[in-house]
C-alpha cells in the first residue's frame, strides 16, 4: 500500500501543489504520493465520503470552491479554521476522525515572520479583495497587530468581514479608489510597516488586471500578490518600478502546502531547497 494525500478543486489542472508536495517526497525518500483530483460543487460530498473509506488516504488540500463548503464535511475544525470560517487543508487524525483546518493564514505570514518579530510604531496594511483568501489574510493580519484598509467592490460586505474577523478600528474603501492617483501627502513612515496586499484573482491569467496606482502606497511598503499565475504579475512588476519591496504568490503557497505536509505524512519538509523547489516551480 502507498499512502497518499491530494488537492481538490474545481478547476484544479492548474494547481501547482503537486509538484510541491512531491518535490518533498522526493527529497526525503519517502514511500508516500501526492495527487491532484477535480471534485466537482455536487461531488463533494460523495468525495469526502468515499475518502474516510480509504485507508490509504491521509488527506487533501481544498481549494476553490470548496474551502467553505467542507465546513460541514469534517469531524472537527481547528480553531483557527473555525474562526476564519474557511478549511484548506482536511487530515485524518490519530482517532480516524477528519480534521479541518486552515494553513492559508500561516503561508501567508511566513514571508513577514523576520520583520513582524521586530517592534513597530505602527502597522498598517492595505488589503485589495474581500473573497476567500481575505479571510485568511485579514484574521492574521489582525492578530498581528495591524490596522486594515479592506477594499472590495462591494464596501459593505468589506465592513461585514471586517466585523466579522478583525478587532480594533478598520477601514473600507471602494476598491477604484486605488485605481486613481493621489496626492496624498504620507508622514515620517520610519519605524512602521506598511503593506498592500492582493487577496483578489485580479491579474490571474484569464482575469482582468488588478488597477492600483502605487501613489496610494506609504514609502517603505511591501507589495504581496497571493496570485500564483503568473507568478510575475503586472501588480509586482509596477511596484518595483515605483521603488517597493515586493513578495510573490509562491511564497505563501508554499508556506501553506508546509504545514500541511507535516499533517499528511508525519514529518517536516526539507525547506532547505526552497531555492530549487522555486525554480522547478518557475519552469
Request: charged content about 25%.
Amino acid at each position: 500500500m502507498t499512502i497518499y494525500a491530494e488537492v481538490i478543486g474545481d478547476p484544479i489542472a492548474q494547481s501547482k501543489s503537486p509538484a510541491i508536495h512531491t518535490f518533498w517526497l522526493e527529497k526525503l525518500g519517502l514511500d508516500a504520493e501526492y495527487r491532484a483530483h477535480h471534485v466537482t460543487t455536487d461531488g463533494l460530498a460523495e468525495y469526502i465520503a468515499a475518502r474516510r473509506e480509504d485507508t490509504e488516504w491521509r488527506g487533501c488540500n481544498v481549494t476553490m470552491p470548496h474551502k467553505q463548503a467542507v465546513l460541514a464535511l469534517v469531524d472537527r475544525l481547528e480553531p483557527l479554521a473555525k474562526r476564519v470560517g474557511a478549511v484548506n487543508t482536511i487530515h485524518r487524525a490519530k482517532d480516524g476522525k477528519l480534521v479541518g483546518r486552515n494553513t492559508d493564514v500561516a503561508g501567508f505570514l511566513e514571508p513577514l515572520q523576520q520583520r513582524l518579530r521586530k517592534q513597530h510604531y505602527f502597522r498598517m496594511a492595505r488589503v485589495l479583495g474581500t473573497g476567500g483568501a481575505a479571510r485568511a489574510i485579514v484574521a492574521g493580519l489582525s492578530a498581528e497587530g495591524f490596522t486594515l484598509v479592506l477594499a472590495g467592490r462591494d464596501p459593505e460586505k468589506a465592513r461585514e468581514l471586517l466585523d466579522e474577523l478583525a478587532e480594533g478600528e478598520h477601514h473600507t474603501a471602494p476598491l477604484a479608489h486605488f485605481a486613481k492617483a493621489t496626492d496624498f501627502a504620507f508622514d515620517d513612515r520610519e519605524g512602521c510597516c506598511d503593506l498592500v496586499v492582493n487577496a483578489s484573482p485580479l491579474g490571474m491569467r484569464g482575469q482582468p488586471p488588478l488597477a492600483f496606482d502605487w501613489s496610494h502606497a506609504p514609502p517603505g511598503s511591501i507589495a504581496y500578490d497571493i496570485v500564483t499565475d503568473p507568478v510575475e504579475t503586472d501588480f509586482l512588476k509596477s511596484a518595483r518600478e515605483a521603488g517597493f519591496e515586493t513578495i510573490d504568490g509562491l511564497s505563501m503557497l508554499i508556506g501553506q502546502a508546509a504545514a500541511a505536509f507535516t499533517h499528511f505524512f508525519g514529518e517536516e519538509p526539507p525547506r532547505g531547497h526552497d531555492d530549487e523547489l522555486r525554480a522547478r516551480l518557475m519552469a
